[in-house]
């Protein structure tokens, strides 16, 4: 959808805090990528721990890698050498984690979009956080940017931290903790209230998602 759900904004706004962010950034458009969960975990990979400028350019020097067949499929990932991924800027674990992920799209341990639909939020999160690499701040920003989730909230992300600091006028970032105890009276439209609290934190632009 693209814009969030006019009762989402009338839930959010029941919390005077929040009913002033939106009024200050207005409409959010928020349509889901629905790639293909491979692309999605990929991405979400390289983004780890890097700005979107950085990522993305190693992110369009990995697709470089495979021509112009668009996104590459797990198994001509599984061919490329080590080496030729490194090339890009691909750190060495970051090698490993999407080669892992690429074995266990072949294994058939990743679900699809279409199996996504029949999985709650903790089933997809438990199967995918056993794969290497996959940590839950990546499973939830697949929940939220690739399959459009309405009540998710990754507490553990900086950019939610530090807009919820700015939002609420506190001397210092909360933590995890405080973040998901505070955040229960958005539920069950938290996914809003973090796309809400990003933009507090203008980190929406720098996250390349």
Known sequence: ???????????????????????????????????????????????????????????????????????????LVLKTS?????????????VAYILEIAQKIEDGLVPSLEECASLTDAEIVERLTSIKGVGQWTVEMFLIFNLGR?????????????????????????EPDQLARHGKRWAPFRTAAALYLWRAADSPGDSGW
Request: charged fraction near 25%; proline fraction near 11%.
């Open 150 to 174: 309405p009540d998710v909230f990754p507490v553990n992300d900086l950019g939610i931290r530090r807009g919820f600091q700015i939002s609420h006028g506190k001397r210092k970032m909360p």
């Open 1 to 75: 959808m693209p814009n969030l759900t006019k009762r989402a904004i009338e839930h959010l706004r029941a919390d005077p805090v929040m009913a002033r962010l939106i009024e200050q950034v207005g409409p959010i458009r928020h349509r889901p990528n629905r790639l293909p969960p491979f692309q999605s975990l990929v991405h979400a990979v390289i983004h780890q721990q890097l700005s979107g400028k950085a990522a993305g350019t190693i992110l369009g020097r990995f697709l470089a890698i495979f021509g112009k067949t668009g996104f590459p499929d797990p198994k």
């Open 82 to 94: 080590t080496e030729t991924l490194r090339a890009v800027g691909l750190s060495r674990p970051k």
